[in-house]
C-alpha cells in the first residue's frame, strides 16, 4: 500500500499557483518524497523529490514540513497543459538498496481557463 | 520525450496467450523497472533489473517474467494470460538501481479479451 496520503481532486484557475498537499506521516528518516505526475494517456512524469529541506527546480517548489509528516508541492503559475495526475510518493528502500515507486490514487489536478 | 521507447503501444491478445512487451532504456541507463497500471489505478511495481538481473519484486505471480540484456534494454513476458491483465504496462530506466529520476516511456495498452 502506498504510504502516502492525497485529497483525489483539486481545481486550480490558470495563472495561478497551484499547491498541491500530500501525507506521509509514518516516513522514515531517510525516505525521500518524490512526485511525479500523469497526463493523460502518457507515461509519469518525474517532477521533483527532497528529504528534508525545501527543493525548487524549473518546474516546480516542494516544501517539507520540519516533522517531514507532510508536503506541499508548489507549481507557481498552473497552466492548462499541467491538467494530470499527480503523485506523491515515499520511496521504499530495501536491502539491497533497490527503490521501487509505489503510487497511490494521486490526486487529479484540474487547471482551468 | 524521455528516451524511454517503448513497443508496441497497442496489442490485443486472447486470454491464455502469451505476450512479450519491450522497452530500451535512456542511454547511460543501467536500470530498468516494470509497472502494471489498471485503468483509473496508479501504477503497481512489478519488478526492476540492473545490470541484466532481477533487483526486487512486486507482488505479481511467476508467469510474469522479464529480461535485461547487455544493452540495458528490457522485456517483460507474460504467460497464460487473463482477463485481468488488461492493463498500461510501463517502463521506466535509471541511471541508477535507486531509481532516482526514473524516466518513464508512454507504455504499452495491452487488451486481453
Known amino acids: 500500500d502506498a504510504k502516502t496520503t492525497q485529497p483525489p481532486s483539486m481545481d486550480c484557475a490558470e495563472g495561478r499557483a497551484a499547491n498541491l498537499p500530500c501525507n506521509h506521516s509514518?516516513?522514515?528518516?531517510?525516505?525521500?518524497v518524490y512526485w511525479y505526475r500523469q497526463i493523460h494517456s502518457q507515461g509519469p512524469q518525474y517532477i521533483i523529490h527532497g528529504l528534508k529541506n525545501n527543493e525548487t527546480n524549473e518546474m516546480a517548489s516542494l516544501i517539507i514540513t520540519e516533522d517531514r509528516k507532510s508536503s506541499t508541492l508548489i507549481l507557481p503559475h498552473a497552466t492548462l497543459r499541467d491538467t494530470a495526475v499527480y503523485y506523491c510518493?515515499?520511496?521504499?528502500?530495501?536491502?539491497?538498496?533497490?527503490?521501487?515507486?509505489?503510487f497511490g490514487k494521486g490526486t487529479k489536478l484540474s487547471v482551468k481557463p | 520525450e524521455t528516451g524511454v521507447t517503448q513497443s508496441p503501444t497497442h496489442l490485443i491478445k486472447t486470454r491464455g496467450q502469451q505476450v512479450t512487451l519491450r522497452c530500451s532504456s535512456q542511454?547511460?541507463?543501467?536500470?530498468v523497472s516494470w509497472y502494471q497500471q489498471a485503468l483509473g489505478q496508479g501504477p503497481q511495481f512489478i519488478f526492476q533489473?540492473?545490470?541484466?538481473?532481477?533487483?526486487g519484486r512486486g507482488n505479481f505471480p511467476p508467469r510474469f517474467s522479464g529480461l535485461q540484456f547487455p544493452n540495458y534494454s528490457s522485456e517483460l513476458n507474460v504467460d497464460a494470460l487473463e482477463l485481468d491483465d488488461s492493463a498500461l504496462y510501463l517502463c521506466?530506466?535509471?541511471?541508477?538501481?535507486?531509481?532516482?529520476?526514473?524516466?518513464f516511456g508512454q507504455g504499452t495498452r495491452l487488451t486481453v479479451v
Open positions: 533489473y540492473y545490470r541484466e538481473e532481477e533487483n
Open positions: 509514518t516516513i522514515s528518516g531517510n525516505e525521500y
Open positions: 542511454s547511460g541507463h543501467n536500470t
Open positions: 521506466a530506466s535509471s541511471p541508477n538501481r535507486r531509481n532516482t529520476e526514473a524516466f
Open positions: 510518493i515515499v520511496r521504499v528502500d530495501y536491502g539491497g538498496s533497490q527503490g521501487n515507486l509505489i
